[in-house]
């Protein structure tokens, strides 16, 4: 069975690796290949996606404010016709003074 190395062991151990500084063969190279190769972000396409992703909130906030204004419909529907047609047939000199 080997032995577990104590955490102040290990750290020992890894000061002693010599460091190597080399940069491997043609890693630039193979970087400018890698970053060339990658599809560059389109974006309509990330806007579309964003949309795609808010049509259920969007659906079931519609559905709550649908649900909620149906329910009170009755209970103002009285009240805002009176107020409405009182509105729409006020006599006309009743309160702009034109005369500036």
């Known amino acids: 069975m080997k032995k577990r190395l104590t955490p102040e062991e290990f750290v020992q151990i890894a000061r002693e690796v010599p460091r190597d500084e080399r940069v491997p ?58 107020d409405l047609d009182n509105a729409v047939l006020a006599p006309p000199d009743a309160g702009f003074d034109l005369s500036v």
């Open 25 to 82: 063969y043609a890693f630039e190279k193979r970087i400018m290949a890698h970053i060339t190769s990658s599809p560059a972000l389109d974006p309509l396409s990330l806007w579309n996606r964003a949309l795609w992703r808010a049509v259920a909130p969007c659906f079931g906030i519609m559905l709550i404010a649908f649900a909620v204004s149906f329910s009170h419909h009755d209970e103002i529907a009285a009240d805002s016709d009176v």
